[in-house]
C-alpha cells in the first residue's frame, strides 16, 4: 500500500494568509502546507483520511483517478469543508461515494450538507452512502481500518491503524487503553502544532515524547502550524526515528 500526505499543516494551512513571517514567506516547498489529509492506496482501493478545504486541488495536484471512500477523523471545518467535490468522483464513477463517520460526525455532516440529504435534490449535487463507524475494525475495499479514538481536548477524534501504519491527527490526550492499539506499529503519524502550550493539540514536545514512547521505527509529524518553524531547521532538531512530514510524501507501507 502507498500513503501519500495531502496536507500537513493545520487548520488555516501553511502560508497563512496575509501573514509575512518567515515560514510563511519561505521559498522552501515543504513549508507550503494545505489542510492535513492523507490518500490511502491499496492494489485495488483507494480512499482519502478527511475532505478539508483543500480536497479539490488535493485531488488534481496528486492526479487522483479514483475514490472509493472517504473517511473522516471529525467534524471539524478543516477536515470536512471539501466534501462537496467528491461529486467529481460521482460523474466519473457513476457511483454514489462511501463516507465512513461515527455518529457524531454524521449528524454535524447532514446539517452542514443540507443540500446532500434534502428529500427533494438539486441536480448534480453530491451522492453520498453514509457508513458509520463504531469501535470495531471496518473494511473499505481491501483496506481494514482500525478505529483508535483521541482526543482533541474535549472532543473525541478518531484515530485509524491500517496494518501497521497508524495516522493520527488533532490529539492532545490519548488514554491508555486506546493507546495500546498503537503498540507495535511500524509508521505512526501524529500531530505536532507548534513548540507554545496549545489546549486541543500536541505541542512538538508532547509529540516527540509520543513517538518514543510508542516507539514505531519512523514517525511522521503533521498539522503543523506556521508557528512550529521552518521544515529545514525544525527537521534538524527531531532525534532519529522522527521527520516532519511534508506535501506530496509518498510512504509505502
Ligand atoms: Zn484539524
Ligand atoms: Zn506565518
Redesign the pocket.
Known amino acids: 500500500m502507498t500513503i501519500t500526505f495531502l496536507g500537513t499543516g493545520t487548520s488555516q494551512g ?3 494568509i496575509a ?3 518567515e ?2 514567506s519561505s521559498p522552501d516547498g515543504r513549508d507550503k502546507r494545505l489542510r492535513s489529509s492523507i490518500l490511502v492506496e491499496s492494489d485495488n482501493t483507494t480512499i482519502v483520511i478527511d475532505s478539508g478545504p483543500d480536497f479539490r486541488y488535493q485531488m488534481l495536484r496528486a492526479n487522483v483517478q479514483k475514490m472509493d471512500g472517504v473517511v473522516f477523523t471529525h467534524e471539524h471545518k478543516d477536515h470536512v469543508a471539501g466534501m462537496d467535490d467528491i461529486r467529481a468522483f460521482n460523474y466519473k464513477q457513476q457511483a454514489p461515494m462511501d463516507i465512513y463517520a461515527d455518529a457524531r460526525v454524521q449528524s454535524t455532516i447532514v446539517r452542514e450538507f443540507p443540500y446532500v440529504f434534502a428529500e427533494n435534490k438539486y441536480p448534480g449535487i453530491p451522492q453520498v452512502n453514509l457508513r458509520t463507524i463504531t469501535e470495531e475494525p471496518f473494511l473499505v475495499g481491501d483496506i481494514r481500518l482500525t478505529p483508535i479514538e483521541v482526543m482533541h481536548y474535549k472532543l473525541p477524534v478518531l484515530g485509524f491503524r491500517i496494518n501497521d501504519f497508524t495516522y493520527i491527527t488533532d490529539a492532545k490526550t490519548i488514554a491508555d487503553s486506546e493507546k495500546e492499539k498503537l503498540r507495535g506499529t511500524k509508521i505512526l503519524v501524529l500531530n505536532a502544532l507548534q513548540k507554545q502550550a496549545h489546549i486541543s493539540h500536541f505541542t512538538f514536545q508532547e509529540a516527540i515524547e509520543l513517538a518514543q514512547e510508542i516507539g514505531a521505527e519512523t514517525t511522521y509529524f503533521t498539522h503543523i502550524s ?1 508557528r512550529l518553524g521552518k521544515h529545514a531547521d525544525v527537521s534538524s532538531e527531531l532525534p532519529a526515528g522522527i521527520k516532519l512530514a511534508y506535501d506530496g510524501l509518498k510512504i509505502s507501507i
Open positions: 501553511v502560508p497563512v501573514c509575512g513571517c515560514v510563511c506556521h
